[in-house]
């Protein structure tokens, strides 16, 4: 994990080709690549063209440098690091290997991303158990209620708690320090998509515990498309990958002797690793993003990303526009809930006019900067959204 530099975060446009025109305020949608980051995956492709030579080790060197940075990123050991296509597939993974009962219930939130739901509805479905949901007890500032429901909806009967970092349509932040205290009162699993927070929000698995924590690539961290991450703690030693692949298994780096077929796996998590994972264009990409993200600092972007959004969040709260209390919010972005009656459809249209990218979620406006916006794409945005004042 990175230790935070004494000086400020600056914006960093310079890095990023962005369009001068427009004001990209969507990095909880896509991304976009830093130029060193493209220019890791110009360089792979380019080593693909003529592979001589090409030694066998270089199908392991590269992966693991990616589980060393990941690891650092969220205090964790590499060996603890899977290398994933995407959320979900890390989210089976832990859902395969989670035991369940009939009569037990797994936890999640109202309107969860539904990476973190769809594979849990599917494992209550097969062996009677309940999905417990937990709904948001009404518009935003709601949040401190919401997350003691949470915690009440966690029992003796609970298997898996399965959550996010922070709420995808709003960023209301999610208490998991206190979420995993009381799953492992009762012995359950704690299994968290962060894929919107991680890369612009301070993450810590020896402070947090989770038992899985996985992530996308290509939001915060802004990483190539494809890629994903995943931590898996001790409870995960013993367990059963998605896919049987040659690179997982123990012995792997002898080409010669992988004929000399073996039960066992690698040890840690790179078991859980997706077939072909060592991808010599995307891996490439994926570690020099998160050099940047280490080099800036997740707890100096989050910082950086407050310091846009904080004038605005005042500004629209004074409108009655209900935003979540700033406690609860996790900083990185902002949900706007518009009043009864808004159209919607009339607010998207003059954001585009204006060239000011931004998302509409539920009801909500998700707002999400990263280090490459300056003050004047809030401002921007600022003078669309008088007009609805």
């Not at 001068?20 to 980051?37: D, I, K, M, Q, T």
């Not at 899977?82 to 109202?110: D, K």
């Not at 997740?298 to 310091?307: N, Q, R, T």
């Amino acid at each position: 994990m990175s230790t935070v530099a004494a000086v400020a975060l600056a914006c960093q446009k310079s890095r990023f080709q962005l369009d001068e025109g427009a004001h990209f305020l969507n990095c909880a949608y896509l991304g976009p690549l830093p130029r060193s980051v493209a220019e890791a995956g110009v360089a792979g492709i380019r080593r693909k063209l003529s592979p001589t030579p090409f030694a066998s080790s270089e199908f392991f060197t590269d992966c693991d440098r990616a589980r060393d940075r990941f690891g650092r990123l969220v205090n964790a050991a590499p060996e603890r690091i899977a290398l994933l296509p995407s959320a979900s597939y890390g989210i089976a993974v832990a859902a395969r290997n989670l035991p369940l009962e009939p009569g037990q219930n797994i936890v999640v939130l109202g309107e969860q991303f539904p990476s973190n739901v769809y594979v849990w509805r599917r494992r209550a479905a097969a062996l009677g158990c309940e999905l417990r949901t937990v709904e948001r007890p009404g518009p935003p500032p709601s949040a401190a209620l919401w997350n003691e429901r949470l915690l009440d909806a966690i029992g003796p009967d609970t298997a898996v708690v399965a959550l996010p970092h922070c709420h995808w349509t709003d960023g209301t932040r999610i208490d998991l320090e206190a979420a995993g205290r009381g799953a492992r009162e009762v012995g359950a699993a704690l299994v968290i998509d962060a894929s919107q927070s991680i890369g612009a929000v301070p993450f810590d698995v020896q402070r947090i515990r989770p038992d899985a924590l996985i992530t996308v690539g290509y939001k915060w961290i802004m990483g190539p498309y494809s890629m994903s991450l995943g931590y898996f703690g001790p409870r995960f030693d013993d367990g059963v990958p998605l896919e049987e692949t040659w690179i997982s298994r123990r012995g792997a780096e002898d080409f010669q002797g992988l004929v000399d077929y073996t039960d066992e796996y690698r040890e840690g998590a790179a078991r859980y690793d997706v077939g072909q994972t060592s991808n010599f264009i995307l891996i490439p990409m994926l570690i020099e993003a998160l050099d940047l993200i280490l080099s800036w600092d997740p707890a100096h972007i989050l910082d950086y990303c407050k310091g846009l959004l904080a004038g605005l969040a005042e500004e629209l709260r004074g409108w009655g526009w209900a935003i979540e209390d700033d406690v609860w919010r996790a900083g990185h972005m902002l949900g706007v809930r518009l009043p009864a009656g808004f159209e919607l459809a009339e607010l998207e249209a003059r954001l585009t006019a204006a060239r000011v990218y931004a998302s509409l979620r539920g009801d909500a406006l998700r707002v999400s900067p990263n280090v490459y916006n300056e003050p004047r794409d809030i401002e921007t945005l600022r003078q669309v959204l008088r007009t609805f004042a």
